[in-house]
């Protein structure tokens, strides 16, 4: 069974233009989160997905941000016109339910760096 | 304003011996809390967690213990071996989601170095 997939694993993209991250959860698993971590900083909550729908998403930035998770395919976290400061790097994690203290497994993480 | 703090960036300690690692939080909402081991470049392992309802939880050679009066917590890590070095994240959640572990608050970090 494999974990949680994230690609690219570095992404290089110059000011103003897109990010597209992407993330396939475990196999069974229906709930998607995406963190950010800054250097030197812990991983910050951004956004809570499950399949179609957006639970959370009060970690997100209101603008140039945003995620999915579509009935088929990966979760996808976008983020337009990047700037500087978005260079961080993105971890997905995944659980099979809410509730019951239920353990979320994390990616390896995408790695974006904004020239 | 953080909620969780980690206030001890780095840590080094003799193989063998105890590792104790602290996390404090101000959120009396949190009901369930997390430790993660974190290597470079790789993405957060979880390690071990603890209900409110509970003080201790133990799980091999990790031990979590919980203070809610002092709102605090604690890894301790024995014996510890050179493979644990690694950087040792603390995170709480509240009951919104259930006690789903999605919404996690987290400390910034503290590395361990264990030393052979």
């Known amino acids: 069974n494999a974990g949680v997939m994230q690609n690219p694993r570095h992404l290089v993209r110059r000011r103003g233009q897109e990010a597209r991250l992407r993330c396939s959860p475990m196999k069974g698993h229906s709930h998607v989160y995406w963190y950010r971590q800054l250097p030197e900083e812990g991983l910050k909550f951004m956004v809570y997905l499950q399949k179609e729908n957006i639970i959370d998403e009060s970690g997100m930035p209101k603008e140039r941000f945003s995620a999915e998770f579509p009935k088929e395919g990966p979760s996808i976290l976008r983020i337009q016109q990047v700037v500087r400061g978005d260079s961080a790097a993105y971890f997905c994690?995944?659980?099979?339910?809410?509730?019951?203290?239920?353990?979320?497994?994390f990616g390896q993480g995408t790695r974006l760096t904004v020239v | 304003d953080q909620q969780v703090k980690q206030n001890s960036p780095s840590l080094s300690v003799q193989e063998g011996r105890i590792s104790i690692l602290n996390c404090d939080y101000t959120?009396?909402?949190?009901?369930?809390f997390l430790w993660y081991k974190k290597y470079p470049a790789e993405g957060p392992t979880f390690l071990i967690s603890?209900?409110?309802?509970?003080d201790k939880n133990e799980d091999g050679r990790f031990t979590v213990f919980l203070n809610k009066s002092a709102k605090h917590l604690s890894l301790h890590i024995v014996p510890s071996q050179p493979g644990d070095s690694a950087v040792y994240f603390c995170?709480?959640?509240?009951?919104?989601?259930?006690?789903?572990?999605?919404?996690?608050?987290f400390g910034k970090g503290t590395k361990l170095s264990v030393k052979p």
């Open positions: 995170a709480a959640s509240a009951s919104r989601y259930g006690g789903s572990q999605g919404n996690l608050i």
């Open positions: 603890i209900s409110s309802i509970k």
């Open positions: 994690a995944s659980s099979p339910r809410q509730g019951g203290n239920t353990e979320a497994f």
């Open positions: 959120n009396s909402m949190f009901d369930y």
